[in-house]
């Protein structure tokens, strides 16, 4: 079984500020990592492999550095990495990233065959969930998203999703592509072995642009994207603490009285 994990290396949100000039996200000085989601879509994949065999690639799409991402994740055990990464693809939107992700995996899937691809349910960076959806619109897939458990059954996937109101249990044939919101096992850490043998020799990891894949330039980036962002702002946070005084009685009547006031109750 032929599985590609979709990646993305984000910066680390506990340490994030914003400019407040620009709005931007100040990123100097500020640690990198895998986005938390698509750790957890890794962890999926190599339990597959674990349990059926096959090889994992995973792929991202970004600068230069992303390789660092890349190589944590060969580490963890996947077996090869595909960075896409090209001056074109600067400022894309989720449609114009979706559009590029599906193109390389187009690529893949032309060269080594593909049976599932698996992605994060969104990232920490933008919270728009939207990108595995796309992604699985631009190849024709059929798509099982916000999932938490999954086994394989021959040529199909039983996967369990999480809804507002409970579970949701899905039969969907292979190939597909599963979004992935929790898993029962943690992520697995980087094998200090596999860091070791990656520095010895050179890492399996393969850098593609926009014209390696077929992607046509004027589809990608800020160019190909159908929407832009007009700011960002932190949101401002107003507390307000209310004493009530009194004995008990008195202080549960204007708890009582200011829960009906707001229509709270």
């Not at 996200?25 to 994949?45: F, Q, T, W």
């Not at 994740?73 to 896409?84: H, N, S, T, V, Y």
């Not at 619109?137 to 999932?147: A, F, K, M, R, S």
Request: proline fraction near 6%; aromatic fraction near 4%; charged fraction near 25%.
């Amino acid at each position: 079984m032929n599985l590609a994990v979709l990646i993305k290396q984000v910066p680390d949100t506990h340490e994030i500020r914003l400019d407040p000039k620009t709005g931007t996200l100040i990123r100097k000085g500020v640690d990198s990592i895998i986005n938390p989601d698509d750790r957890l879509g890794l962890e999926l994949a190599l339990n597959i492999k674990d349990q059926a065999g096959g090889k994992v690639t995973v792929l991202s799409m970004g600068p230069p550095q992303a390789v660092d991402a890349l190589t944590e994740a060969l580490a963890m055990g996947a077996d090869q990495g595909i960075l896409l990464s090209d001056p074109n693809f600067a400022g894309a939107d989720t449609w114009a990233t979706s559009l590029t992700l599906g193109k390389a995996l187009d690529y893949l899937q032309e060269k080594e065959g593909l049976d599932l691809v698996v992605c994060g349910r969104q990232a920490i960076d933008g919270d728009t969930a939207q990108i595995g959806p796309q992604v699985a619109e631009h190849l024709g897939w059929p798509q099982i998203t916000y999932v938490v458990n999954l086994i394989l059954e021959h040529d199909w996937v039983r996967a369990w999703r999480l809804l507002e109101n409970g579970e949701e249990e899905v039969l969907c044939p292979l190939p597909c592509l599963v979004t992935v919101q929790k898993w029962p096992q943690s992520p697995r850490l980087p094998r200090l072995d596999r860091l070791f043998e990656m520095c010895e020799e050179k890492a399996p990891i393969s850098v593609l642009n926009a014209a390696d894949i077929g992607c046509p330039a004027r589809k990608t980036g800020l160019k190909g994207s159908l929407t832009q962002v007009a700011r960002t702002f932190s949101p401002k946070s107003e507390k307000r603490t209310n004493w009530l005084e009194g004995s008990a009685r008195e202080q549960a009547g204007l708890l009582l009285g200011h829960l009906r006031e707001h229509k709270l109750i």
